[in-house]
C-alpha cells in the first residue's frame, strides 16, 4: 500500500488540510479519495500527452524524411551542405 494512503491526518505538525484543501472540511477527502484523485490526475496528463504526440507524429509525416546523411554527419545541418 503507498505511503501517501498511509498518511495521518497531521504531516510535521502541520495539518493535511493545509496541504491539501480538498482534505479539509467542507469536502474532508479520505487519504485514499486524495489518492485516487491524484492517480486519474496523472493518468488524464499522460492520456492528453499521447493523443497530442500521436497528433503531431502525423502532422509531421507529410514533411518526410530528411537525407539519410543527416543523421550522421552534423555538416548537413550546422552548414546546409
Known sequence: MPSFVLRSSSVYGEDIGAIFHARAPPDARSAGMQAAF???ATL???GIAAVGGTVTALAMLPLGHPPAEAYYSDR???KGE
Open 38 to 40: 491524484q492517480t486519474y
Open 44 to 46: 488524464t496528463t499522460v
Open 76 to 78: 548537413v545541418i550546422l
